[in-house]
């Protein structure tokens, strides 16, 4: 029922705008109902912002889906785009019903599967300079792994493959930030001292925990989202095209190792976000179809690929 009154009042909406508004309505329903321990200025921006994410989306949901132009890429790719500002309210989002972290737990955790606190002794029995750059190279380029394995399919003419990208990462990006929003862990970043000595001399890892001082949204540690979206990224593509997967895979597993190694996530951590990933792109598939709002067969269709 309330897809075919979707159908009607936004009959080129695509499954990625139906799932963009419907976590934008969820989280700002949240700090609406139960934010009244936000500063009033803070809540009242979350607030407006949400309104105003909610009506750039429908202005999209209205917009035909093209092919090979540049409004059509904007026009796909905006839910991503936006989900930076999602991110950053997370710090506050998940303090409405947790007080602190629950990093104690997830300690314990990780003594029970590895015997240790990986997230600390790994950089401490390899420490190494251009170890230390190389895994922090990999872990900061999750900024452009999506772009990237987005523009491979745009470019190879995978458009279909370029819309389930879209699609899947958006379902793996708000199951992340709904855990995080209950279950918030601050994780190593944020436990333990930051690497220190030679290897912090390191260009690479200066300009990392630069970008951290305020790009890190306390309270997302677990499961790691870079991993699970890194992970389905690598599904996606290999769906798809495994020219595309065969380019990413060396910088998803450089990633996942790297998470680690720069004490920005536990291990288990790493763990849980491997499986969110591979338990959560076989629910999205399944959804995307679900969520259609009108005839398929058309060039811009979300759901048309080509299997290689």
Same mark, same amino acid.
């Given at each position: &029922? ?31 109902? =139960?934010?009244?321990?936000? #500063?009033? $200025?803070? !809540?009242?921006?979350?607030?407006? $912002? ?15 889906? !093209? ?9 796909? *790719? ?13 710090? =506050?989002? +998940? ?18 599967? =590895?015997?240790?606190?990986? +997230?600390?002794?790994?950089?401490? !029995? ?25 523009? $491979? ?28 929003? =209950? ?24 300009? *990392? ?13 677990? #499961? +790691?989202?870079? *991993? ?7 599904? *996606? ?25 720069? !004490? ?11 499986? &969110? ?27 048309? +690929?080509?299997?290689?």
């Amino acid at each position: &029922m309330a897809l075919s009154w979707v159908g009607r009042r936004l009959p080129e909406a695509q499954p990625s705008d139906l799932v963009f508004m419907g976590y934008v309505a969820f989280s700002g329903a949240l700090i609406l109902f =139960f934010g009244w321990s936000m #500063p009033f $200025g803070l !809540r009242a921006g979350l607030i407006l $912002g949400h309104l105003a994410l909610l009506a750039l989306s429908v202005w999209f949901a209205r917009q035909p889906v !093209r092919d090979h132009s540049w409004f059509g890429v904007l026009r796909d *790719v905006y839910p991503i785009a936006l989900i930076a500002f999602l991110y950053w309210e997370l710090r =506050f989002i +998940s303090q409405l019903f947790t007080q602190g972290y629950h990093d104690p737990l997830i300690l314990a955790l990780e003594e029970a599967v =590895f015997g240790e606190q990986i +997230s600390m002794t790994f950089s401490m !029995r390899w420490p190494v300079l251009w170890m230390s750059e190389l895994f922090h190279l990999f872990y900061s380029l999750y900024w452009i792994l999506l772009p990237l394995a987005g523009a $491979g399919l745009y470019l190879r003419g995978r458009i279909g493959g370029f819309r389930e990208l879209i699609f899947v990462e958006q379902i793996v990006f708000y199951t992340c930030y709904i855990v995080f929003i =209950f279950f918030p862990v601050a994780g190593p970043h944020y436990q333990f001292p930051a690497i220190s000595g030679a290897l912090a001399e390191g260009n690479v890892y200066r300009f *990392v925990h630069w970008v951290l001082e305020d790009g890190g949204s306390k309270g997302a540690a677990f #499961p +790691s989202s870079h *991993v699970a979206v890194a992970v389905a990224v690598l599904l *996606v593509a290999w769906r798809h095209d495994k020219l595309v997967m065969a380019a990413m895979l060396p910088l998803v597993v450089g990633l996942t190792v790297g998470t680690v190694y720069g !004490r920005f996530h536990y291990g288990v951590d790493t763990l849980s976000g491997v499986i &969110m990933g591979l338990a959560v792109v076989p629910l999205a598939l399944y959804l995307q179809p679900l969520l259609v709002v009108r005839g398929s067969g058309e060039a811009g269709n979300s759901l048309g +690929s080509s299997i290689v």
